[in-house]
């Protein structure tokens, strides 16, 4: 994986990235991190802190090593680094596929006691494997049905307690095997290792996960989404094996063809469709409406300091350029679905062009789907950098390289005075997302 661009200090800054992590400055927890890092065949850190991420990925060992994806090195396969339990209540912040949070939120959940158990006297460190080394085109990808985490310990903690688990069985089962005093003696010092795994369970119980949608960074991004009958992958046409393979089973659409792709998440029950029982109350038109009139201005005025401006501005400077606004148009289609929202329900979109219909849709909050549907929505709405921002980070930290020093500054207090003041409370207006 090649270094990214070294994000502008404004996003750490105000915690817009790297933010939520968890710092390492105890001695006994870094000695920890550089064994599970030698035994992956890297060089030890030399930090004293830094911070990691739910799968013990640190921005600073990254800038130190000179390698964002010393934990990723095929962006397929990923490595991980549990120190504490506490990780599970950490963000993600660099992957290549979007699903490895919930991945490892379920692992780390299903196997709770054996992690507690195990992070008291030792580092938990591994991959989670799939059936690819390396993802060379989109079959690649089709083919990885479930993960396998490959669990190991610094202190080979777990290769012991299967040793003591296994004599304590041979105890159980050979009427003189009390009188094998070596085999006693190794009991007792397995033991001081790994206490009593009569209590404690130090291995994991469940390793294997299904492996279902996602976006993934391979190919300039893909979306993969799984239904009962079909798989449907969006992508750039050019992506190697894009509508090469399997079309009973696989079905391929440009990400450049707003259309078919809008067709397919309404099919397939993943939009909420605009409708007066969740527009009116959330807000969401206006919050477009916003975003568009704030990406005319930057588009016309790129370095016009915009610290201090506020709805009677904007609304000023929508009238002094209304054939700016007029040409655009997607400020005059919005305010037309508000109005026809309000007199008859909702809105009708078979008329209105591909890619304004993304513009009045959200995920179905209560679809498996929705933060996935939510991201490929933001592709199709750019303008809207705060749900770049909340459903697509990768596409928003794309986005932000290119921003001028103005508009970098007038991103960054936007989100902090609306969704970063309350995001659970502006997720549940805006989008329904309880979660």
């Known amino acids: 994986m090649t270094r990214p661009a070294k994000k502008p200090d404004l996003l750490r800054d105000n915690e817009l990235i790297y933010g939520r992590l968890l710092v390492v400055d105890e001695p006994h927890l870094i000695q920890r991190y550089n064994k599970a890092l030698v035994a992956f065949g890297l060089e030890p850190t030399k930090l004293t802190s830094f911070q990691i991420d739910r799968t013990g990925f640190s921005p600073e060992v990254a800038e130190e090593c000179g390698d964002y994806g010393y934990l990723d090195p095929n962006e397929v396969n990923r490595r991980f680094i549990i120190l504490t339990p506490s990780q599970i209540d950490l963000p993600v912040v660099h992957t290549a596929f979007s699903n490895t949070s919930q991945l490892m939120f379920e692992f780390m959940s299903k196997n709770q006691r054996a992690i507690d158990a195990l992070t008291i006297k030792d580092v938990i460190y591994g991959e989670i494997e799939d059936s690819v080394p390396k993802v060379d085109d989109i079959e690649d990808l089709l083919s990885i049905n479930q993960v396998e985490f490959k669990v190991l310990s610094a202190e080979d903690v777990l290769g ?121 109350t959330s807000g969401y038109l206006e919050h477009r409406a916003e975003m568009v009139v704030r990406a005319l201005i930057r588009d016309a005025e790129p370095n016009r300091n915009l610290t201090d401006v506020d709805k009677v501005w904007l609304q000023t400077w929508i009238h002094g350029h209304a054939d700016l606004i007029a040409s655009d148009g997607n400020f005059p289609f919005l305010n037309a679905a508000k109005r026809e929202i309000a007199q008859f329900g909702h809105l009708k979109l078979e008329d209105v062009p591909p890619r304004q219909r993304f513009l009045v849709v959200r995920a179905k909050p209560d679809h498996p789907d929705a933060w996935l549907t939510n991201q490929l929505i933001s592709d199709f709405v750019p303008q809207d950098f705060v749900s770049r921002y909340v459903f697509n980070k990768p596409g928003f930290y794309k986005d932000f390289d290119g921003f001028s020093d103005a508009w970098r500054s007038h991103v960054v207090d936007v989100l902090k005075t609306t969704y970063l003041k309350d995001k659970a409370a502006f997720r549940a207006r805006l989008y329904g997302l309880t979660d």
């Open 160 to 280: 012991k307690a299967a040793e003591l688990g296994k004599l304590v069985d041979r105890l159980k089962q050979e009427p003189d095997a009390w009188r094998d005093n070596a085999m006693l003696e190794r009991m007792v010092g397995l033991a001081k290792v790994c206490g009593d795994i009569r209590e404690n369970a130090l291995v994991p119980d469940q390793v294997i996960f299904r492996h279902n949608a996602y976006w993934t960074s391979h190919f300039g991004g893909l979306y993969v989404f799984v239904d009962p009958e079909m798989t449907t992958v969006i992508s750039d046409p050019a992506a190697p094996g894009f509508r090469r393979s399997r079309p009973w089973q696989v079905s391929y659409l440009s990400i450049n063809d707003a259309d078919r792709v809008f067709r397919f998440l309404a099919a397939t029950g993943r939009l909420d469709l605009p409708r007066a029982s969740w527009i009116e």
